[in-house]
Nanobody, 124 residues
Framework: QVQLVESGGGLVQAGGSLRLSCATS????????MGWFRQAPGKEREFVAAISWNGRNTYYTDSVKGRFTISRDNAKNMVYLDMNSLKPEDTAVYYC?????????????????WGQGTQVTVSS
């Protein structure tokens, strides 16, 4: 079992930055691939970014490439999402997720554990 707790969300103006954190705990949490997803009101949960268990491989959805960076610190059992140049369309609840494998990093069905989410609101 892996537990995930997100933090760092909030209200920010367009063009601003936020860092989301995901604290992981449980059995061999550092061995899991990790992802960030987001869900805006009335929309399906969508992939944002993912990182392999060792941090060597990262994946991003096109709309955040060049603006968001996913990273992890396995010694601290933490995963991060640095978000820059935020836009109103980035407004959503952001979820951290863990996966045994990462064959399809953009597929939410690939992920086995989910956090409760943290709200990010970007004002124009």
């Amino acid at each position: 079992q892996v537990q995930l707790v997100e933090s760092g969300g909030g209200l920010v103006q367009a063009g601003g930055s936020l860092r989301l954190s995901c604290a992981t705990s449980g059995r061999t949490a550092s061995g899991y691939a990790m992802g960030w997803f987001r869900q805006a009101p009335g929309k399906e949960r969508e992939f944002v970014a993912a990182i392999s268990w060792n941090g060597r491989n990262t994946y991003y959805t096109d709309s955040v490439k060049g603006r968001f960076t996913i990273s992890r610190d396995n010694a601290k059992n933490m995963v991060y999402l640095d978000m820059n140049s935020l836009k109103p369309e980035d407004t959503a609840v952001y979820y951290c997720a863990a996966a045994y494998t990462l064959l399809r990093p953009m597929d939410r069905d690939e992920y086995n554990y989910w956090g409760q989410g943290t709200q990010v609101t970007v004002s124009s």
